[in-house]
């Protein structure tokens, strides 16, 4: 292919393609569609696991632009009140993502539900995907909450002071942050409906009795939560390590600060899948 670069690629290039192709794998394996008809909650626990590399990555990719933090300020939205740049490119994705069927699979919960076209996508052929989730439970989400806290709380604890004008590439990567932990944390709904299947009996009479204290108890595993923390912690170590060729380098930098993505699944990821599960099941008889 004519390159106006000359004969090689350049380095950033080259980054770049590596960044690209570690997303499209890491998307690929996350999908659990293939798994649902017989979905564990090994399988489940497999899926989340390896979403946290996507998550991982996703900040990392953020956290390489400033806050940018006109993209968030309200302006004009075209033919309504005023919305950020930020939710207008979310919003105009998802009406694109949806008509290419983004969101008949059942694990992708978009942020804007009222703004997506009704009618089923005719621009794909249609894929029956398994459904796991009872349906009066399946809508449960908290898409809100993650838009909130993601803009308000997180992005300011893990990206720099600033405006470098790159208000685009800002959104584009905020987008792909919210969907990775939307994606992991609506996860919640499988795993609630697995564990439901798995002893009923546990559940029925707290969800009766609308009992939120014991339903949180009993989908609460506090040795594997404590895990996912640390390995949390671990893979942004290993993944957003800054790289050198200078040995003489006794500092190790990172790119997005490890500690910060163990408190992001210590104090938000995690509890929210809970609240997720939680309200589940609060809808699993109804
Ligand atoms: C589901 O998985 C279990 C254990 O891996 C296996 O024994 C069973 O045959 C599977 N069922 C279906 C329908 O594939
Ligand atoms: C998410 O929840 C809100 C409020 O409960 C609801 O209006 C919306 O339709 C839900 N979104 C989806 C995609 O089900
Ligand atoms: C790096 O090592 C040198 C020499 O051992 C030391 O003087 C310096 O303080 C170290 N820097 C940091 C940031 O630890």
Known sequence: MASSFGAYPPPYLLLCTVFYLSFTLICDCTSMSEASD????????DSLEKQEDFIVFSLIERARYPLD???YGHSSCPGRQSCSFAELFVRTTEEIEAKFGRYQNPEEVPFFSNYLPSSPPGLIPSFK?????????ASVNV?????????NDLLPQFTTKGDDGNYQ?????????????????????FVAEVKYRSSPQDYNPSIRSKDLKTLTELVTSEQVEAMVVKR????????????????????TTYKVDPLFVSNLYKKWVIPLTKQVEVNYLLRRLG
Do not use: M
């Open 169 to 189: 590439q800002a959104v584009a990567s905020d987008l792909i942050c919210l969907q990775a932990l939307s994606k992991r944390i609506h996860l919640g709904r």
């Open 69 to 71: 933090s006109p993209a």
């Open 129 to 137: 995907f398994p459904q796991v989730l009872y349906p009066k439970a």
């Open 143 to 151: 898409s809100r909450t993650i838009w909130e806290v993601y803009f």
């Open 232 to 251: 949390v912690k671990k893979k942004a170590e290993v993944f957003g390590q800054d790289v050198t060729l200078d040995s003489n380098g006794n500092q």
């Open 38 to 45: 017989n979905i564990t909650l090994d399988s489940l626990r």
